[in-house]
């Protein structure tokens, strides 16, 4: 029997998401969750893009999501400028005794030293009082922060240090909410957008780090970060909108989680609008951008890692791996203990069932 599974949000990870749960035969979708009035009533194929009817159409609120009785939501609304409303969100699911797969609120992808205690212990309350489980994923932070660096080191003698990056151009990336109000593109370079705020970026990859680091059996002491931005040297336009010369056109910034005075786990981000901007910051290992995963150790490594999609570019590619690493874990999030899981409470097999026949995936 499938999976009865409901969705929330239809942005851009929500929405090829909800491509997957509509197109895979081992989830039946039961309700659609949107924000936005103007999404109310639509139908979930028109939402997903695919052009079919589903007969499932859009409500508000996640009390009329519940009502479809789902045996788990897919969360992918917003998290990042409204992470309590997130929170109340998926508090709700879990009292309702479901399951919940997604991708906000970040840091409850390891919320440990990273969210109060008093949170975490109500999550976990209402996960074991309803037996339901909540697992927060996607690629960065996610797949590229946790699952491939920890795969590496379990080859290793020894680590000293794991670095992961992510190195991409987000010209074409077309989330005006994320691109401007989060990370403060066209932005004056003196006026620090949400991520750039003080500690915002350690709290926003500090559940990675923390994870990693308990992957290893060590001890974060601390998590510092540092960053940098460059402003447009001319007027230019990007798919979320208009830049204007002067402000901010890339930026980089680095979060380390901090052993004894060394950098013991480091992740690092490099985000241009321009692929000529900033040369002498890292540069990706295929056009557009990648994922880099570099192990200081014994063996040390450099594994680059190249999302490609014959629907898009780079930046599509990667937002169909962080939406495909959420659906896909559904399964085993389902069989898991309940309360809150993370990468390293669950099977690194989470692909079963994902085969398709070639003339199945190029339609």
């Known amino acids: 029997m499938p999976i009865r599974v409901a969705h929330v949000g239809t942005g851009n990870v929500g929405r090829l998401a909800l491509r997957q749960l509509i197109d895979d035969p081992r989830f039946e979708l039961v309700a659609v969750g949107v924000h936005s009035p103007g999404k109310v009533g639509r139908d979930a194929g028109d939402l997903a893009g695919l052009g079919v009817t589903t007969g499932i159409s859009a409500v508000t609120g996640i009390d009329a999501v519940l009502a479809a009785e789902p045996e788990c939501v897919v969360y992918c609304a917003m998290g990042d400028t409204r992470m309590g409303e997130a929170t109340k969100d998926c508090l709700a699911v879990l009292e309702a ?84 109000d989060v990370m403060g593109f066209g932005s004056p370079v003196d006026d620090p957008p949400l991520f750039l705020q003080p500690g915002v970026l350690s709290l926003a990859w500090g559940s990675a ?43 980089r910034f680095r979060i380390s989680g901090m052993v004894g005075g060394h950098a013991a786990i480091v992740v690092e981000h490099v985000t241009r609008l321009r692929d000529d901007l900033r040369p002498d910051w890292a540069q990706s290992a295929q056009p557009g951008g990648s994922y880099r995963v570099e192990i200081t150790g014994e063996p040390s490594y450099v594994v680059d890692i190249c999302p490609t999609s014959v629907h898009g570019d780079h930046n599509h590619a990667a937002i169909v791996a962080a939406a495909g690493r959420i659906v896909n874990a559904i399964p085993a999030v389902i069989a898991a203990a309940p309360g809150l899981r993370t990468t390293l409470d669950l099977p690194l097999v989470t692909s079963r069932g994902v085969y398709r026949a070639p003339a199945d995936v190029n339609k």
């Open 97 to 180: 005794g479901v399951d919940l797969v997604g991708s906000a609120p970040v840091t409850m992808q390891y919320p440990w030293e990273i969210m109060p205690d008093k949170l975490i212990e109500r999550i976990e309350t209402a996960g074991r009082a309803g037996d339901a489980s909540m697992y927060i994923t996607g690629v960065d932070p996610g797949f590229a922060t946790d699952l491939i660096p920890l795969a590496l080191a379990s080859t290793c003698q020894n680590v000293t240090q794991i670095t992961c990056m992510e190195i991409a151009d987000y010209a074409t990336y077309d989330g005006a909410e994320v691109i401007f």
């Open 209 to 251: 780090i923390r994870m990693l680091a308990d992957g290893l059996g060590i001890t974060v002491d601390d998590i510092v970060d540092e960053n940098e931005r460059e402003p447009a040297p001319e007027d230019f336009d990007v798919s979320a909108g208009h830049i204007a010369a002067g402000t901010t056109a890339a930026v």
